[in-house]
């Protein structure tokens, strides 16, 4: 830090002090916004998050994004933690639906999904079903397949939640078998082991076409449009009048906050995400920004906790 | 039969008491006997870990090697209890320190307390040590770009 | 073989950029892994921003030099203070810290880079020959036969248990206990935490080992000092003078007298590395537990450098083979694996089947690097070892709350999830209480990893096998051979161990009533 930033740092936080938290919106952000990711540094949630935060300084009126990690109690002891911070605009929430899952999987939980504002999407990784093309053609030999026997799918507790949720409108069952991580289940639905993988895209990607096709894309949000070509233009659950379910990386901020500074950060926010530039440095990194504003991205949110809430008995 | 409480019959004894009151705590819980959609009991694998901790306990107080004593117990003190107690208190207050006051203000007065409660003389060395150490796996770590706790000096950085 | 790419790799590896950040990485790896906590992957995690700003061999070069490096850094301390620097180091420490107190450091860790740079070099060289065979191999592995494999790994707890079997499955029994504290495997309902919603995640690896193996090893070097200070018993300082100019150094002879626990670790870590989700711990307690049974003349547990050789050749067989899923299907095998290819997909180089057509000349180049890269490690780690020789010879007053604050930092370091810190602080107390009554650490390490994991393959397979126990255990003919290999090893083991140890204790009592 330059020490003209660091005046200044010492400065606004003197003044903060001296003046609470009636922080005037006019002048946000005047210092460092803390940017808490509920993972542990070294992840993928933290790689593209200082990724972000190194790029997307320009867009926040100079002031710095300082990414910290709060891992712990299944992604929750994060999102605690921005509950006790001040409401003032100066610390934001970048999680995954992780800590979602967590809350819904407590019988009592410390905080409800709902305690948080969401004022954007950075992402949203999809649920994309990948089988091998001789056992299930298309949709409809799946389904009836999966009315006849027992077929089972694999994947991370999160993916499949996509994968049960599909299904299940469908009216039909299957056995979800549940996995540490991607490369465990991949290797077993290569080995034969399991009929279906439920993955990401980016991971279906390494998949299609030698090893199998993208039969189903159960997210409620459309793949950017170069993926959905690489994996032969899957289907989407939605197009059936079904409801998808997406794994966003969703950027929010304690419910308190005052309106003028969400807005103004949620604009903020979206000329970082919107910038060619940044774009394209995701991109790069294998991880396109898929973007939804303040309204969508709120509205996607709600339909995503409720639809979890229901997938989520099904796996337990 | 003085030194009775020292052998692995006694020890074998307290541990079945410990676990025991464990094994019951567990069995106590709503949540082990939830029935998972495999049909597993959430509680099963814990259960097996304690059952297996039972099992040895009570085996170490009948086998043949119960009126051993281990080695390191044999000229054991009650101070051995509560010294390392004391230690840990010490290092964890240090970690609550280092948490609010920064890892360059809490580890100096750790460092020089445990050293020379260990014994190293003369004094103005450990307070030199105490001093140097802490600079050096600061600029270390921060050169390797592992971020320690800065606390209040967070600004001069 | 594709001449031509082959001479663009050579092209591309060999040019001071290239080479200049293999050293590096190798340095940084040694340096990283021999503190406790800073493992290979947080390691490479740290380095990833810096390897973007590099060309796709340099950015290879530093990241592999840096995996190479920080798993054998890792046995440097293990041997020097009793600390593991990482997990996978901490069976070195029973042999290595043993021969440390003989006044034989040197010779220790001189064994642990001799046997981790022949068994990582012999490993790549598989790799390099046989990587899609190995590959298609680790397919046929399904839940069924992993998790026959866990129940050889757990078969071989009885020769860890040292001489006292019942403390020895105690302890078993408390890591299978602390392995289950998190969330269910399958319904990712928390299960065993107490109420404590900060257990939901479970206990970590890291500072699990450094509590269990450092935190309580420092607190009995403190009592010690404490009771020398005193003027009670008198202490031999061990720590000092050990590493002097004169102290023995390892002769050829003996490095060759190491082959079969080479060998062994070798064949096992190549194997466990080319699984995903194993890892460098499993695999350096395998070799060392087989080579312990096997050859029992060797006295592999009461200082030999034939234990060093077998779980540090182990943990160093399993970093090429690592990549082997990445390479072969694009599946990263491991933490370190996925962070590898990470830095391959920002250089545009997406890991996949068509990784060895489209980009044969990086394929080549990572190949070389990755042999490269065991030279740079004898040499490096050769200093280093002389480095930590000197940190030796620091007396116990200085060293002992040095390294308790260094295990502070390496618990927090891992995850920077505070509560880390005081569990390792816990586990600290609870490895002193087991020695101090005799209960060995190694088969709570064991089972704490493989419990878990057994219990997930065994459920997978189960539903997979809708519920059916007979198809989730004997479902493939590679499954039943596991079994009958398992079978044989407890056979083994029984015969052997707990014939000879009643046998022993037996005499004891005759002589204690006689």
Redesign the interface.
Known sequence: MSFKATTAACVAAALALGMGTTVAASDYPSSTINWVIPFGAGGGSDRLSRVFAAEAERHFGGASLNVENHPGAGAVTGWMHVLNQPADGYTVFNATPTPIITLLSEEDAPVDPGEIDILGYLAAFASVLVVREDEFPDWDSFISALNERAVTIGGTNALLLGAANAIDQAGAEAIYVPYGSTGESVTDFLGGHIDVAAVTESTALTIVPENGIALMNTSSIPLPDSVNEALGNPPMITDLGYSGLAFPRWVGMHPDTPEEIKARFAEMFEAAATDPEIEAVFEAAGEPIIFLDREAAAADYEAMVNTMRNAIGLLQ | MSNWWRSNQAIGLYLLLIIGALFTYILWQPWAHRVMRDGFLLGMMPMMGVGLMLLCAAAMIMDPLRKEQPENLQDARTSDAWLPIVMLAGIGLCFWAMSRLGFLLASPPFLLAFMLWFGLRPVRLAIILAIVVPVVVFAFFTLLGVRLPQGILAGIF | MQIDAFYDALALVFTFNTLFWLVIGVF?GVG?GAIPG?TA??G??????LSFTLDITGALGLLIGLYKGAVFGGSISAISFATPGAPDSAATVYDGYKLTKQGKGRKAILTALYSSVTADTASDIVVILVAPSIALM??????TERLWLMVVAITLLGTLSG?????G??S??????????G??????????TFGQ?????GIHLVPLVIGIFA?SQM?DQ??E??R??RGG?KVEQSAKDLFGAKSEGLTFREYLSCWREMGIGIGVGTFVGAL??LGATVASFMSYGIAKQAFPEKKIGEGSIHGIAAAEAGNNATVGPTLV?LLA???????TA??IG?AL??Q?I?????MFSLHADVIYALFIILILGNLFNLGIGRAFSFLYARLGQV????L???I???A??GA????????D??MM?GL??LG?LM????IPEAPLVITFLI?PLL??NL??A???N??DWGGALFGSALGIGLAGFAVLVLLITFKMNVGSK?AK??HA?DK?EG
């Not at chain 3, 490479?44 to 921003?49: Q, T, W």
Request: net charge positive; hydrophobic share 50%.
């Open positions: 940084l990283l800073l992957s947080t490479i995690a740290l380095m990833l921003p680790a397919l046929q592995f399904g839940p001489r006292h079997l019942a403390k499955m105690l078993a029994g408390i890591g299978l206990f602390l392995g289950t504290i969330a269910d495997p399958v319904s990712n309902v928390a299960r065993n919603s900060w257990l939901r995640d935190m607190l403190g009592l000092l404490l020398k200070t018993k995903p989700g899923p299907f694009g599946i990263p095998g491991s933490a996925a962070l990470a997909i920002l545009g997406t890991p996949s089947p068509r007396p116990g007053e200085v002992v709350p040095i308790m604050i260094m502070v930092i927090f370091a891992a995850r920077g999830d505070p509560a810190v005081y602080l600290g107390f002193f020695r101090r009554v005799g419990a219990e997930e459920r997978r189960l539903l997979i809708r519920g009643l204790i037996g009592d204690k």
